[in-house]
């Protein structure tokens, strides 16, 4: 029943976010809002427990969603063999792009934590280890 539950809540922020990215016309786009606003309701212990019982459940049942990819692929098949080479070019670079950026953004946020940049592990370890000893 948490994973039905913590599903009407993912709903509701979704259209919450589309409410108010029409509403206000806002210049993002209205799922971004709605991950958002649940990022701010995330705080709370009792949507925590549902929404994490439905990312369990779609976690399970993620190859699932990749069916419909598949079957459109599988139906423009003629397509996909015209522009072969230049879907390959799209997605390797698109991938590429996406990584760095996540890179460094990581990279940015880790600059706060003591200015250590580089995020070593090792060094929040042995930072980590020698305040509890003091």
């Known amino acids: 029943m948490n994973a039905l539950s913590g ?3 993912l709903l509701l922020l979704q259209t919450c976010g589309e ?10 786009p ?21 929404v994490g019982a439905v990312a369990d459940f779609l976690l399970a ?5 990749f069916v419909p ?3 459109g692929a599988m139906t423009h098949l003629d397509l996909v063999a015209h522009l072969g080479w230049r879907l390959v070019l799209v997605i390797v670079l698109s991938t590429w792009i996406g990584t760095v950026v996540t890179a460094a953004v990581l990279r940015w946020l880790l600059r ?10 090792s060094t929040h370890a042995a930072q980590g280890s020698a305040e509890q000893r003091s």
């Open 112 to 121: 706060g934590d003591g200015g250590n940049a580089r995020g070593d592990v």
């Open 19 to 28: 409410l108010l990215a029409r509403a206000l016309q806002l210049p993002f």
């Open 30 to 50: 209205a799922p971004v809002i709605g991950l958002l606003l649940l990022l701010l309701v995330l705080r709370s212990a009792f949507v925590q427990a549902r």
């Open 7 to 9: 599903f009407a809540i």
């Open 69 to 71: 990819v598949g079957v």
């Open 61 to 65: 049942h993620l190859s699932l969603l």
